[in-house]
């Protein structure tokens, strides 16, 4: 095909809406507050105020550089809709609308537990995982790509879908129940193309010039698929669709580190028409020189963070891309759904450090700029080049961003270790007297329509400092009642305090700013506002010990304090690109480890340091695991190392493949971990005996990212399986992770069931051996 390719694009925008309007309507639809049409309607706003934006972002109206990403719930749940890879245990329920049926799957009811989730690739996006089989019936089932592309038609734009690629969508499916030993989703390819070939004439009979196709699977080396395999799969995928006459052209684009040579050698050859390589996190294929007629669309703008960046190198990038006589577009290294909408919406940012910061628009209009110069020549937008380069100057200068004393304590060394293992165990147990099996919760507790409303009261001035703590002691005892009337062994104070596990500490952390309305999506309906770390850390005064004490006070009970740890702390914030991430995770672990001191101090007997996105950060190259965790281990045992043998130190993963990290799990030497279990169904317990894992551990037996309660009976099965394969003395029982998201209606029902299963257990394993 000849079809001309933009000089400018974005792989992706943000589709919850500027104002979150997705996740509103959404919500909205789960409550029948709303009907399926004013949810389409909800939708197809911000579809177009996407592509308004866009266009007033420098992009062409109708040269494809704009992509039509869906108002999505989730791009992988979409891509199992629009190709009818329904699972087998979802099969009663097929014949429900797409909307319907997306909900179902991602959600559940009561006879269909939800999808598996877990994180895209190594950011904090987690997608709903296909399961596949050997019976698994592929058809082309929702047109809703096509009918967007006419959408945009009728308003005057030629949009570029985007869809996952078929190798992408089965390398990150799971096989299902009925898989035989050996069968991997990647073996349905050749069926799935087949729909694939449908859906692309489909897409191209709607008025689609280029399609968008996401293998990010490509570049990753620590999926169950071996790269050499996920190669082939390309080029006979590739060459199958490439060869069909009825089809847009092919735009396969790959994100979050280097596209191997071998996978651009396999896509060029099968014949698509461009490539995109993540020029952030990788260099430049060296095959690229030998595909000339393959345009390469160079990621040069960082699509995963905020900074403003080099603009200046990367232009430099694409003309030394260019001067090798391959066609170059320049583009954003991922899809903009990991950035918020724009900094108009920042006013309250200080104007010093808004000038170091681009989101998702500035992103754009950086784009924009690069194609103009592309086109025009550096002099042409040399002016807009230096500008970021004087701001990059003055980011470097600021104060703030390098403080001596913070770095002078992170360059002196802390024991990391906390004695022997045998020790700690006996002294724990004779210091916090706990019961076999027992049981908790992860930390937070529902954030009522209450709790927010007093929240932003307080922070309007519309409440003083006296009432508004006074409401959050209210919260905290009834949080800490409604436990002791559960029955639970270990409590929580609930953290009504906490806006966000990450931003909470934020603000009371220097070195960090928070947004306004810098919303991203994390799964769904559920969006976060990543703070932002631009300078050193450190803590002027102790955040948590108050209400932990208070909440202490309040039972004879042990009460965990809860810490986010530092890895997650970068993980989910914005953080700054000018120094090694493991320089960075020293500083924050240091100014929890005075935390951790200071609640030791307290009196708190049991405290919890959440680390949820160890395995997120983990890079997808292999060769820079053993540094990753080095750093990321040290990390968490320099901020709890503190802590004496008789306090019990927890953790908490949510969302990972545990297998790949359990050694580093292990590293933490934390007391007790606590991880996500009940989607999976146990599936670490397989992975936690092949290690030999003797620490405490908590799987997860209540999924807490769907509203369903489960049944008594069902956490009962979830806590034999977890016995059948765990020491009981090392066994806990609790959910998958906080209950923030959940209401207090589930909420109360599935403890009353968790506690109920637990007892039942624990009379079981008292029970004499017939």
């Not at 991997?184 to 009979?205: F, I, N, S, W």
């Not at 196709?213 to 390309?234: F, G, I, Q, Y």
């Not at 003395?729 to 998958?736: R, V």
């Amino acid at each position: 095909m000849t079809i001309e390719f933009p000089a400018g694009t974005v792989l992706g925008y943000p589709r919850i809406g500027r104002h979150r309007e997705l996740k509103k309507a959404v919500e909205s639809y789960w409550r029948g507050a709303s009907d399926a049409a004013e949810l389409a309607a909800a939708r197809a706003g911000v579809r177009a105020a996407a592509r308004e934006a866009l266009v007033r972002a420098g992009l062409g109206a109708d040269d494809s550089s704009i992509p039509e990403a869906d108002a999505s719930y989730d791009h992988v749940l979409d891509t199992l809709v629009t190709v009818g890879a329904v699972p087998a245990r979802f099969a009663d329920l097929a014949s429900l609308d797409d909307v319907d049926l997306t909900f179902a799957l991602a959600r559940g009811d009561a006879e269909h537990p939800a999808l598996e989730m877990t994180k895209w690739f190594d950011t904090n996006y987690h997608y709903l995982v296909p399961e596949i089989g050997p019976d698994t019936a592929f058809a082309y089932r929702s047109h809703e790509r096509a009918e967007q592309v006419r959408e945009a038609k009728a308003a005057g734009y030629t949009t570029r879908p985007t869809i996952v690629g078929p190798v992408t969508f089965l390398a990150l499916a799971k096989p299902d129940d009925a898989a035989p030993e050996g069968f991997a989703p990647l073996d349905r390819l050749d069926d799935l193309v087949d729909v694939y070939l449908e859906v692309l004439a489909d897409l191209r009979a709607a008025g689609a010039q280029w399609v968008q196709l996401d293998e990010s699977a490509l570049v990753s080396e620590v999926l169950p698929v071996a790269p050499e395999r996920l190669t082939e799969a390309a080029a006979r995928a590739y060459e199958r669709i490439a060869a069909a006459t009825d089809r847009p052209a092919l735009f396969v684009q790959t994100s979050y580190a280097a596209l191997p040579a071998a996978a651009y050698r396999a896509l060029a050859g099968a014949g698509v028409e461009a490539i995109g390589v993540d020029l952030v996190r990788g260099a430049l294929p060296d095959a690229v020189a030998k595909f000339p007629n393959v345009r390469v669309v160079a990621g040069v703008v960082d699509g995963h963070n905020i900074w403003r960046g080099d603009l200046a190198a990367a232009f430099d990038r694409l003309a030394e891309i260019a001067a090798q006589g391959v066609a170059v577009t320049a583009s954003t290294s991922t899809s903009l759904i990991h950035v918020p909408h724009t900094l108009d919406d920042e006013g309250a940012l200080d104007a010093t450090l808004r000038n170091w910061l681009a989101f998702a628009d500035e992103k754009a209009a950086q784009i924009a700029t690069l194609a103009h110069g592309l086109a025009a020549g550096r002099d042409a937008i040399a002016e807009e080049l230096q500008a970021a380069t004087d701001a990059l100057a003055e980011r470097a200068d600021a104060t703030g961003v390098r403080i001596p004393e913070v770095r002078e304590r992170a360059a002196t060394e802390v024991r990391l270790d906390r004695g022997d293992w045998d020790a700690r165990v006996e002294a724990q147990r004779d210091a916090l007297g706990l019961p076999a099996l027992p049981t908790t919760t992860i930390g937070s507790f529902p954030q009522t329509a209450e709790i927010r409303r007093a929240r932003r009261a307080f922070g309007r001035g519309e409440i003083d400092t006296a009432a508004y703590e006074e409401f959050l002691r209210d919260e905290i005892r009834r949080v800490i009642e409604l436990q002791e009337d559960l029955g639970l062994d270990v409590l929580v104070h609930g953290e009504p305090e906490r806006n966000d596990m990450v931003q909470y500490f934020a603000e009371h952390l220097e070195g960090f700013a928070v947004t306004s309305n810098g919303w991203v999506q994390s799964y769904g309906s559920r969006c976060t506002r990543p703070s932002i770390l631009w300078g050193d850390v450190h803590r002027p005064e102790a955040i948590t010990v108050r209400w932990a004490e208070f909440a202490q006070s309040l039972t004879d009970k042990h009460v965990k304090g809860m810490l986010t740890g530092p890895v997650t702390i970068l993980a989910w914030s914005f953080v700054r690109d000018d120094q090694p991430l493991g320089d960075t995770a020293r500083q924050v672990a240091l100014a929890l480890r005075d935390e951790v001191a200071d609640l030791e101090a307290a009196g708190i007997g049991i405290i919890q340091v959440d680390e949820p996105a160890l395995r997120e950060l983990l890079p997808l190259e292999r060769a820079r695991h053993e540094e990753y965790l080095r750093w990321s281990v040290d990390a968490f045992r320099a901020a709890t190392s503190v802590a004496a043998p008789a306090t019990q130190v927890h953790t908490h993963l949510c969302y990972s493949e545990f297998g790949e990290v359990i050694e580093a799990i292990d590293g933490l030497d934390a007391d007790v971990t606590s991880i996500e279990a009940a989607r999976s169904r146990m599936e670490v317990v397989a992975d936690l005996q092949q290690h030999g894992f003797a620490r405490g551990i908590g799987p997860g037996v209540w999924d807490i990212h769907s509203p369903r309660v489960p049944a008594e009976a069902e956490v009962a099965e979830l806590v034999r399986l977890a016995v059948a394969g765990i020491p009981i003395q090392n066994l806990w029982i609790n959910p998958d992770c906080g209950l923030k998201t959940r209401g207090y209606e589930e909420t109360v029902a599935s403890l009353r069931n968790l506690v109920a299963a637990a007892q039942e257990a624990r009379e079981a394993v008292a029970a004499p051996v017939a």
